[in-house]
């Protein structure tokens, strides 16, 4: 009743709701592109890490993410690795990143030799039949449940129609696969593939395997399985600074929003500050007054972020190819985002009219 | 008789740019408790000037303020804040209310203010003053839904929160219709008969300056005899 700050925030409503729209869009920003750029990151990280071979084979800078798409390794390095010491067996793969059919982002194919890539990895068919026709497709679970396809089903690929022969697990790679002989026609690379994945003999020896490739085989990449995830990770400096500039833009946004709303209001309610002089309210009194209001607003802002944050986060994997991360530390860093940056909006505002003259505060019109 | 405000040689000079204005040209001004004074005189003479150094809001030039036995015009910026959250109720011209709370809101808001929160122990004297002042069914009103009348009788029970030493008013019937005013003032005069309430009142109006017991003129910032 006595509740100068709730009494305000409801005497101007839309500049109210404006506030705690712009805190909201710092909050919507921070968790969607953080969740974005992580989500992406480590969800084709932990897939290429779900192999049971341990090694694999590329040329340098040819794999990871963000490399080009273009079959590019001779598939006949993998009879050669397949003779080196150690080595149990190799299957050569082609990835191809292509704009998802249904709508924004992007999608990964694979194609494989599906009977040396079930002698490498722990793939197997859970559902159908294997690949055997060049026009067949493979999918793991998770793409025939969000994409609603089953089993006969077409997927359009490359401009041809592909039709769903079997569904396969655990997930590997990319969740799209055929035949890797298919893609390299339609791609016209013959005889070449992205990387060669090599199973070893015994997984405590890989480390000497791994030698043993690049000493017959010089000037090319051996990468672990176990060390992908890491790799995409912290592979990608570039993503982690555009979160950074996303984070201090959204910083930035919320205490521009916060300050403009604050400055008005008080510059709107100067007369009332000097009645709060005249009452004997302190300086700390008045600041605490002021803060308390963009708090309100800053926890109104961070909340409706949330909700729009995991609204939109719904629809976008509803809807798209993309995946986002949610983290608990992430909202709890946005919120620390919204609610900071409210705090430290207000606080010229406030600073400045406690210290102004009470006579004069008194007969502002 | 106990000495509740004293000025001495009070002077303030206000300058504005290369002009230095004579607002108060040495005061020398003397209330007793449960005293109730009324200051008149023509405009511009520093009547305001004067009662806002009293209540702290405003540092004089030279001279020194004695309230309660502390010399304000030694004080700083915070410890006058504080005297006057203590000491010192404000009636203004303008009634001051603050338009989004209510009656009540308004007195509470000063209640947290003056009595940081514990108006437990002054609910009795709280319930005596608005009896007084016959606000008890105006509790739930805006100030916008409230007569002039009404309004500075909220301010006025706002400025007794917490039992000030001083109520000080600027021309409290300065903006009231004189049935209104003559309301106002019988009011003041019973809480300073029937609380001992000492209050120093500015007021252009020889009406309601009779109705004090005693009436200090001022002209050209000084004290004078009439
Ligand atoms: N902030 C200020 N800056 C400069 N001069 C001021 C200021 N406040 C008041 N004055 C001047 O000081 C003098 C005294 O003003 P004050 O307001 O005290 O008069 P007053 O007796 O209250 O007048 P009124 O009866 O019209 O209210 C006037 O000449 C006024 O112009
Ligand atoms: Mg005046």
Sequence with gaps: MDNLVTANLKQRPIRTIISVIGVALGVVLVVLMVGLSHGVLQEQGRRNSNVGAELLFTRPNNYGPGTSSVLSLPVQYAPKIAEINGVQAVSPVGQYLKPSNQSFGMEMVEGIDIDTYQKVTNLSIDQGKTLSEDNEVIVDPIYAKDKKVKIGDSIDLFGHKFYVSGIYQPEIGARIKIKLSMMQNLLGSKDRCSFVFVKCQTTSNQEQVATNILSTLPGNKVLFTREIQSLYEKGLPAVNTFVKAVVVVSIIISILVIMLAMYTTITERTREIGVLKSLGASKSFIIFEIEKEALLISVLGTLLGYLVAITGRWLIIKNTSLIIDLELKWLLYAALVGILSGLIGALYPALKVANQDPVKALSYE | ?226
Excluded: W
């Excluded at chain 2, 108060?24 to 009547?47: D, H, W, Y």
């Excluded at chain 2, 209510?102 to 004297?125: F, M, P, Q, V």
């Design chain 2, 1 to 226: 008789m106990k000495t509740i405000l004293q000025t001495v040689d009070l002077k303030m000079i206000y300058q504005i740019g290369k002009v230095a204005v004579n607002a108060l040209r040495g005061v020398n001004l003397t209330v007793n408790q449960a005293e109730f004074v009324a200051i008149m005189g023509p405009s511009g003479c520093g009547k305001s000037t004067m009662l806002h150094i009293l209540g702290g809001m405003l540092k004089p030039s030279s001279g020194s303020v004695l309230i309660d036995g502390q010399d304000l015009s030694k004080m700083s910026d915070g410890s006058r804040t504080e005297l006057r959250r203590q000491k010192i109720g404000f009636v203004f011209q303008k009634f001051n209310l603050f338009p989004t709370l209510t009656a009540e809101g308004n007195i509470r808001l000063a209640e947290r203010i003056r009595l940081n929160g514990n108006h437990k122990n002054d609910s009795e004297r709280r319930r005596e003053i608005l009896r007084l002042l016959n606000l008890e069914g105006r509790l739930n009103h805006k100030p916008l839904e409230l007569s002039g009348g009404e309004q500075q009788r909220v301010a006025i029970a706002r400025a007794l929160v917490g039992s000030p030493a001083i109520v000080l008013a600027d021309e409290p019937t300065g903006n009231l219709d004189s049935e209104n005013s003559q309301i106002v003032l019988k009011m003041l005069q019973e809480l300073n008969g029937k609380f001992g309430q000492t209050i120093v009142m500015i007021t252009h109006s020889p009406e309601a300056a009779s109705i004090a017991q005693r009436v200090v003129h001022m002209r050209d910032g000084q004290i004078v005899n009439k």
